[in-house]
């Protein structure tokens, strides 16, 4: 059974990454986003995507390995792929129904789209890896990996058709937040939890020479 499901999600996978490498150079096979709900494009499109995905979760429990080894590095990547489904569920959320799927119901740049232009791909795809390390199937791994090859086409292949819908708000847009991780914005906003923690702990117990000059202050009040 496992074979059988690896070879549908391999198919699938390869065949979907290979349209979308086309549709660069060929714009009539452009099947994401594709240009109409019942188009060829959309139809080949979503049966591909779904039996690719599809595939790596069913994988990720048919061909589940033993528990005899690397039990703790498996419960890790366990959580990791949990925590990368419960934020992708969040990046939907804040996506809304009416944008999900091609949908043109405004640019949504606040919440976790701050951080990232492409939150759902972003989660995924760690979410995907965790699930298959976790399950300690190698050709589940290679699944999620191809998944991962996949993502990463739609995301670019996304930004022109953003670009049109959406104009100068989404060049804007574009120019301030990465495609996938915002590493900088991240250090940034740890190193100021940082400082802010560090102050924090310093008030209670003032530097010496700011109690003398606060204990002065208060005898030249009393004066």
Not at 48 to 63: C, E, G, P, Q
Not at 171 to 193: K, W
Request: proline share 4%.
């Amino acid at each position: 059974m496992g074979t059988t499901i690896f070879a549908i999600g391999a198919v699938a996978g390869l065949t979907l990454l290979f349209l979308l490498l086309l549709a660069r150079r060929h714009p009539v096979m452009h099947v994401w986003p594709p240009p109409g709900a019942w188009s060829w494009q959309s139809l080949v499109f979503w049966i591909l995507f779904r039996a690719l995905n599809l595939s790596v979760i069913v994988l990720a429990v048919a061909d589940i390995a033993s528990f005899d080894n690397d039990i703790l590095s498996r419960v890790i990547a366990g959580f990791i792929g949990l925590a990368g489904v419960v934020l992708y569920v969040c990046a939907c959320v804040a996506l809304g129904r009416e944008n999900l799927y091609g949908g043109k119901a405004g640019l949504i740049t606040s919440g976790i789209y701050r951080w990232t232009r492409n939150p759902q791909y972003a989660t995924i795809i760690p979410a995907y890896f965790g699930i298959a390390v976790a399950s300690g199937s190698l050709r589940c791994q290679l699944l999620a990996a191809l998944a991962a090859a996949v993502f990463l086409q739609m995301a670019v292949a996304e930004e022109a058709w953003l670009a049109e819908a959406y104009g100068q708000a989404y060049a804007r847009y574009r120019a301030m937040v990465p495609r996938f991780y915002n590493f900088r914005r991240l250090l940034l906003f740890c190193g100021l939890r940082i400082s802010a923690l560090s102050l924090m702990r310093r008030l209670p117990g003032q530097h010496p020479s700011l109690r003398k000059a606060t204990a002065g202050g208060r005898r030249d009040s009393r004066a």
